[in-house]
């Protein structure tokens, strides 16, 4: 089993920034996809950016947010700049421990975080 523990999530003003943090558990992080999802209410859980042995980022949120991995620490992180009232939303980390090449589906992912609330208000 793989725990997965997200951290940094809370409120703040539109334009603002935050950093998100997941850690995972296990020997070989470092050959773990992992990756990023948010969810609203009534809404499916969305990929918000990926990484295996390369990035991937929803189109809408490319030069906002960037993700990164410390495999020493077991850790990955999303950066999130100029932040905006709909980027409202839970945030979820998602472990795979091989790579996957369709990392853009929730459904691939076998180990979750329990989210992380992010909030921005106008």
């Known amino acids: 089993q793989v725990q997965v523990v997200e951290s940094g999530g809370g409120l703040v003003q539109a334009g603002g920034s935050l950093r998100l943090s997941c850690a995972a558990s296990?020997?070989?992080?470092?050959?773990?996809?992992m990756s990023w999802f948010r969810q609203v209410p009534g809404k499916e859980r969305e990929f918000v950016a990926g990484m295996t042995w390369r990035t991937d980022y929803a189109d809408s949120l490319k030069g906002r947010f960037t993700i990164s991995r410390d495999n020493a620490k077991n850790t990955v992180y999303l950066q999130m700049n100029s932040l905006k009232p709909e980027d409202t939303a839970v945030y979820y980390c998602?472990?795979?421990?091989?790579?996957?090449?369709?990392?853009?589906?929730?459904?691939?992912?076998?180990?979750w975080g329990q989210g992380t609330q992010v909030t921005v208000s106008s």
């Open positions: 296990g020997r070989t992080f470092s050959s773990y996809t």
């Open positions: 998602a472990a795979r421990t091989d790579l996957l090449l369709l990392i853009r589906s929730p459904s691939n992912y076998n180990y």
